[in-house]
């Protein structure tokens, strides 16, 4: 039995992604539905004019809930994830996809899509700023010329503003505890989730992104060769500002690109 966390000063791993998206994960985020997507597969689709002579991208699709939506709308759809738990889920929810195992900074991809998504916050996940720049240029470089690209990342100031440190919540037989906290130094949000069960600690898993400024997305972005068409805040289409939770950019690959 794993000891509560709580008033502890955790140690986030440098490679917490490798266990944070195992068997677990679709409890601890079971309110993350196929049909919770739907909205947000839509609007993507909508802002990146997908159609279906495209070829589509879905960069750390999870358990497929925005390819569900996206295939049917799309050419080929392609999704690319770490996790193998993950990744068996997505068969069942899209199986219209072409479903990969492949870390977000090496795909094996050369000019091939007309359109990569990436939901959910699946950006800034590792310490150093040159792996975060190199998925932007992994993007970058499997878009054709002209290719969009649509970024669904985090807020920083909405999350300084709204942190939760501690919540308590139940999920059929499971308690989940999420422990949050904001590292100012290394600017990175982290979290820490229990899953007890009957008293005990069935697992425990860390997540860490990296929290970067509206400017340096920016400078990033054109940096690995991808322009910025349009910022939004939310998936209601509000603009970007302070209170929205999202960072929300679409665009599509510069001329220098890759
Ligand atoms: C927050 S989840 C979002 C999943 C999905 N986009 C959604 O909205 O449900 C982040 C995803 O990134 C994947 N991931 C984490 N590290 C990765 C890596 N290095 N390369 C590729 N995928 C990774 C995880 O397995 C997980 O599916």
Redesign the pocket.
Known sequence: MMSDSRNEEPVVPKDW?EDA?GAFYPVIYAH?TVESAAKEAAFAAAQTQLSSGDTLLDL????G??LAHLVPRAGRSVG????PP?LRLAHCNAPGALLLR????ALPFVEYFNVVVN????FG?FTEDRDNRAVLSAMCQVLRPQGRYFLDYLNPVHVETELHPHTTRHLGKYRIEENRWIDRAARRVNKVTQVWLHGDCVAQTTESVRMYSLDEMEAMLVGAGLEIDRIFGDYDGASFFNDRPRMIIIGHRGRHGA
């Not at 939901?119 to 699946?122: K, L, P, Y």
């Open positions: 992604y998206f993350r750390c699709c999870g358990n809930r925005h690319v994830d770490y996790s993950l492949a870390d977000m900074r939901f959910f916050t699946s996940y």
